[in-house]
């Protein structure tokens, strides 16, 4: 049977500075002060990531420095550092998941696959982002955000999520990967639209 390595790469901000903060809470509490959030425009900064999971496994949080991931530093930085032993380690008869962002699907990136004979799930474009690690990336930056003292520099938020990804339970990651035919069969029966997942 095969094991299925999902990955992604996420962004996490000290200080959010877009525009569109999602805040959930009950009905009639709107105007509750432990729901108003300052925001600092255009501060801060951000730390990008990379992980994988797979059931009973993940690989270590790899921060993504000095830049944009390209399609060379996510061969050379990421398949080759992280995923090509991840892969030995969970056996060759393994599938990738990862998204169709462009340094994924480059030519240096496909001839990388073929010549490591690794297979990829193939996505469609514009197709519903079904990838368990997004919830993993949720319950990270919750586990971040209910940290005390909360990061407020790049560094700190750093160690933070590192600490973090370690302290999520195996067993919340399974759950979240067996969960998956349940979620694509909902999402087959209404014809890719909104599921509650």
């Given at each position: 049977?095969?094991?299925?390595?999902?990955?992604?790469?996420?962004?996490?901000?000290?200080?959010?500075?877009?525009?569109?903060i999602f805040i959930w809470?009950?009905?009639?509490?709107r105007n509750n002060p432990a729901f108003v959030h300052e925001s600092i425009r255009f501060g801060g900064g951000g730390v990008l990531v990379y992980g994988g999971i797979s059931i009973d496994g993940r690989t270590d949080l790899y921060i993504i420095?000095?830049?944009?991931?390209?399609?060379?530093?996510?061969?050379?930085?990421?398949?080759?550092r992280i995923v090509v032993p991840y892969a030995a380690a969970i056996g060759d008869d393994f599938i990738l998941m990862d998204d169709n962002c462009r340094p994924h699907r480059?030519?240096?990136?496909?001839d990388f696959f073929f010549k490591e004979g690794f297979v990829r799930m193939e996505w469609?474009?514009?197709?519903?982002?079904?990838?368990?690690?997004?919830?993993?990336w949720d319950a990270l930056g919750r586990r971040v955000a209910g940290r005390q003292p909360?990061?407020?520099?790049?560094q700190e938020?750093?160690?933070a999520l590192l600490k973090e990804w370690d302290r999520?339970?195996?067993?919340?990651?399974?759950?979240?990967?067996?969960?998956?035919?349940?979620?694509?069969?909902?999402?087959?029966?209404?014809?890719?639209?909104?599921?509650?997942?």
């Open positions: 049977m095969e094991q299925c390595f999902f990955s992604d790469e996420s962004r996490f901000s000290v200080h959010p500075d877009n525009r569109h809470r009950e009905r009639g509490s420095r000095d830049g944009p991931l390209t399609a060379r530093r996510y061969r050379d930085g990421i398949l080759r480059a030519n240096l990136v496909e469609p474009a514009c197709s519903p982002d079904m990838n368990p690690v997004e919830h993993v909360l990061p407020q520099s790049l938020i750093e160690r999520i339970p195996q067993l919340v990651i399974n759950s979240l990967i067996d969960s998956k035919p349940q979620t694509c069969s909902t999402l087959l029966a209404v014809r890719g639209n909104h599921t509650p997942y």
